[in-house]
């Protein structure tokens, strides 16, 4: 079992910048594909970021290419994101999940493959 705690939301003017932080607990933290998801008020969840346990594969959304950046320390079992240029549309709840599954092309991107999931963290965009 993997529990996350995101951490790391905030307010920001647009073209700021914040680091989200999910803390996993679990021995096997470093065996998980990492992703983070969004969800905006009146629309569904969203793939963000994604990044695999083994040979560090990152996969993106496109709206976030080129802004975002997702990393992970597996000695700190923590996974990171980085997000630059910040626009008010960036503004949403944003979670953290786990897969254990083996990933296929466009795994990364269903939140069904992700069997674990943090409780979110509160990210406003101001113009």
């Known amino acids: 079992q993997v529990q996350l705690v995101e951490s790391g939301g905030g307010l920001v003017q647009a073209g700021g910048s914040l680091r989200l932080s999910c803390a996993a607990s679990?021995?096997?933290?470093?065996?998980?594909?990492m992703g983070w998801f969004r969800q905006a008020p009146g629309k569904e969840r969203e793939f963000v970021a994604a990044i695999r346990w083994s040979l560090g594969n990152t996969y993106y959304a496109d709206s976030v290419k080129g802004r975002f950046t997702i990393s992970r320390d597996n000695a700190k079992n923590t996974v990171y994101l980085q997000m630059n240029s910040l626009k008010p549309e960036d503004t949403a709840v944003y979670y953290c999940a786990a897969s254990s599954d083996v990933w296929y092309s466009g795994s990364a991107y269903r939140p069904e493959k992700y069997a674990h999931w943090g409780q979110g963290t509160q990210v406003t965009v101001s113009s």
């Open positions: 679990g021995r096997i933290f470093s065996s998980y594909h």
